[in-house]
């Protein structure tokens, strides 16, 4: 349903939901677009863009909408390729008019801030329709990021919500410690089993970030019974991580100044190594910033200009490597 109306078999729409307008009358909203297929099936529901940096997720959904053939699609797709047009518009983390992050913002709020409103407008036109979820993130313009898919233990309604995580096609996966408010959090407490797939980042849009995400969805379509095409891309070796014992996997700086990182994304790291330095506008070193457990290095800050309190990375836990057999799927 898009629009209190319910769509006809093999239909895709366009729709903006508008929740208010602008000083100069145009309006603001979320732009939802919508697939039913010809054969009845679960729905999908997807979310991008909720921090107006990050630009794969957005870019795959809008190109897979486009190849979808609703003739040959079972079931029906519900999407936002765009969830904060207004972080969009200034390409920032957060929105121009609140400045709220949007994904500390759920459930939302009909009478509250621009962002709250726009959040309960995701909740009621996706989350609720929904059988299935799937929230697409980046790392924004200032992190690099090492692609991953997250996913909670103890998913619902699903035969093992790692099969589900590790269908996507990306070999590093994480066991979520999800944050209060955000918008995963709202399909779990519905029992919606849904992932995080993490992808992109320095702000750009990498065409095969792009692709990886497009891959990702349709082995989900294929995995769900939804569309019948060939699970591709999958890895022979799974690397599962989780939040170190004591949920800290984000670094915070204890200064600000010019950070100088001297790890990547994907680079594994020993309780104590010295992963980077701030340094004042003369040069001088002011900290120096170790590792405070062993892990992977997920996330990372590219943008040197950094202020106190901001995350210099993440680092994840490695709880083991594994293949798997993908034979049967």
Not at 257 to 275: C, E, F, M
Not at 277 to 299: C, H, Q, W, Y
């Amino acid at each position: 349903m898009i629009n209190n109306k319910l769509l006809k078999p093999g239909q895709k729409t366009t729709y903006l939901n508008k929740i208010g307008t602008r000083h100069d009358g145009t309006y603001i909203g979320v732009p939802l677009m919508a697939i039913q297929g010809n054969y009845p099936g679960p729905v999908l529901g997807m979310a991008t863009g909720l921090h107006g940096d990050t630009f794969e997720g957005p870019e795959a959904l809008k190109q897979l909408f486009n190849e979808i053939d609703p003739n040959k699609l079972k079931g029906g797709i519900i999407l936002t390729p765009h969830a904060n047009i207004n972080a969009f518009e200034v390409a920032n983390r957060v929105g121009w008019i609140d400045y709220l992050d949007m994904n500390r913002s759920f459930p939302g709020q009909e009478n509250g801030y621009v962002t709250e409103k726009l959040s309960l407008c995701l909740i009621e036109n996706i989350i609720q329709q929904s059988d299935y979820f799937i929230n697409f993130q980046g790392g924004g313009k200032n992190y690099d990021l090492h692609s991953y898919v997250g996913f909670f233990e103890s998913e619902p309604n699903i035969k093992s919500s790692l099969e589900f995580a590790k269908i996507f096609g990306i070999p590093t996966l994480y066991k979520s410690v999800s944050f209060s408010n955000v918008l995963r959090l709202e399909a779990y407490k519905r029992k919606i089993p849904s992932l995080l797939v993490e992808s992109g980042g320095e702000g750009r849009c990498n065409d095969l970030k792009v692709e990886q995400i497009k891959i990702g969805i349709m082995n989900v379509l294929n995995y769900l019974d939804m569309k019948s095409t060939q699970i591709s891309n999958l890895p022979e070796t799974y690397t599962l991580t989780r939040s170190p014992d004591d949920e800290k996997e984000f670094i915070h700086s204890p200064a600000s100044g010019i950070l100088k990182s001297y790890v990547q994304v994907g680079d594994y790291v020993k309780a104590g190594d010295i992963i980077g330095t701030i340094s004042d506008v003369f040069g001088k070193v002011l900290e120096t910033i170790r590792a405070p457990n062993e892990g992977m290095v997920l996330i990372s800050r590219t943008i040197p200009s950094i202020n106190i309190g901001e995350w210099i990375c993440a680092i994840m836990k490695v709880e083991k490597t594994f293949n798997y057999s993908h034979k049967g799927v």
